[in-house]
């Protein structure tokens, strides 16, 4: 999840560039409207998680932040772009809070581990994105191909997330 919502963050000056947006449009687009539709759509997403089996919801959550933040890189327009974004929130809170409390939940005894384990986990993701950048920008390759690379990551989170969860 930090690693896909970084690589936007890191490289808003190039999106901005790229997309011929100001600072305010590039706001509206990769965190207002994202933000608030995510805010309507969650809630629903949290009560049917409730009713049925969370392996879905989380594995299909990394499926939808993979999808969006690789359409993301692939967006050629801002409202293609706020589309994507707004996908990959969605995706990104669905698979977070619900993989949090399946971990949680999957280990009464020992939730402050696993729970300090997956901040953890998000603090590398955190530095990863600004070094992932680095290093496409290094080889000659922007913004869009950190996007793809991580997408394609996702999908492979998706499927190992999916084994994982059938063993919880």
Known sequence: DELASGVP??????????????????????????GMLAMLVEPWLFVLADRHPRKAFVAGGLFAMGLGIAMAGLARSPWALMAAITLAWIGSGASVALGQATLADARPDDRE????????????????????????AAIGLGWRSASAAVGRAMSVMTMTCSTVMATI
């Open 9 to 34: 963050t890191v490289s808003f000056v190039q999106i901005a560039e790229s997309l011929h947006l100001g600072s305010a449009g590039l706001a509206g687009a990769l965190l207002f409207v994202p």
């Open 113 to 136: 581990r696993a729970l300090t384990r997956w901040s953890v986990a998000g603090e590398l993701g955190d530095l990863g994105a600004p070094l992932l950048l680095a290093l496409c």
